[in-house]
């Protein structure tokens, strides 16, 4: 098989496989359920959608410090112009730059043309319109609610990037602990909001798919195609 299909195949069709899971619980209706635990019937409210930590340090300030890691590969990429020591890392600064911003700028793309609704704007959890799965439409003249995926648990998802700097730098270690932190980031930060009202889970699990395809992509692009050109030829090629 050609390696880069392969590269393709081990890391998007797991994740394909995921989506249609997601896609199955959405079906059966387990987003409400979900919500539902953190939802006060009696106040009529999301108890922790006011919550002061969770707003300023987990929601805000959490989302400043991935910035700052996102800044970091910026400088680095612009240093190794200047740095010729740098020059073989200039492709990994570039890899971290990018799937740290347009990883969580993709899904807040999305998010922008949705039309789905967060929990606190659904009928049942104190909001005024009906809920619907991914799969289904709203009724005429309800507005856009633009609450899908879940924005906030990109700034977790993207940190998947430092799993593909680990294989780029042929450390299984950094891949793993990379793999991890991204996963515990985008889970944890994501049912934070869950627990706010602020999104179903379904939400957080699809910006968890988007967030991993795009850098599985950035990574071929920038680092994995150029390791391949140097590494493999066409059987024609060699003809």
Excluded at 75 to 95: H, K, N, V, W
Excluded at 182 to 206: E, K, N, P, T, Y
Aim: glycine share 8%; net charge positive; proline share 6%.
């Amino acid at each position: 098989m050609n390696p880069r299909l392969r590269f393709y195949a081990i890391y998007l069709l797991p994740v394909a496989l995921v989506a249609a899971v997601i896609v199955a619980l959405d079906s059966a209706g387990i987003d409400p359920v979900i919500s539902g635990w953190f939802f006060d019937a009696h106040a009529g409210e999301f108890p922790c959608r006011h919550n002061g930590f969770l707003e300023v340090v987990m929601h805000h300030w959490t989302k400043y410090l991935v910035v700052l890691v996102a800044m970091a590969a910026i400088a680095g990429y612009m240093i190794s112009f200047l740095a010729p020591q740098l020059i073989p890392l200039r492709p990994l600064f570039l890899f971290m730059a990018l799937a740290l911003t347009l990883a969580p700028l993709t899904v807040a793309a999305m998010k922008f043309f949705s039309t789905r609704h967060c929990p606190w704007d659904v009928a049942g959890f104190g909001g005024f319109v009906p809920y619907a799965g991914l799969l289904e439409s709203y009724p005429a003249g309800i507005a856009a609610g633009r609450c899908f995926p879940a924005g906030h648990a990109a700034t977790g998802f993207c940190l998947f990037a430092f799993h593909f700097l680990g294989r780029a730098l042929v450390s299984p270690r950094l891949a793993r602990i990379g793999f991890m932190l991204g996963l515990a980031a985008g889970l944890g930060l994501g049912f934070i909001r869950v627990a706010q009202g602020a999104h179903f889970a379904s939400h957080v699990l699809w910006s968890g798919v988007v967030c991993w395809t795009v850098i599985v992509v950035l990574h071929d692009l920038v680092i994995e195609s150029r390791q391949l050109d140097s590494r493999w030829k066409p059987a024609s090629a060699a003809c």
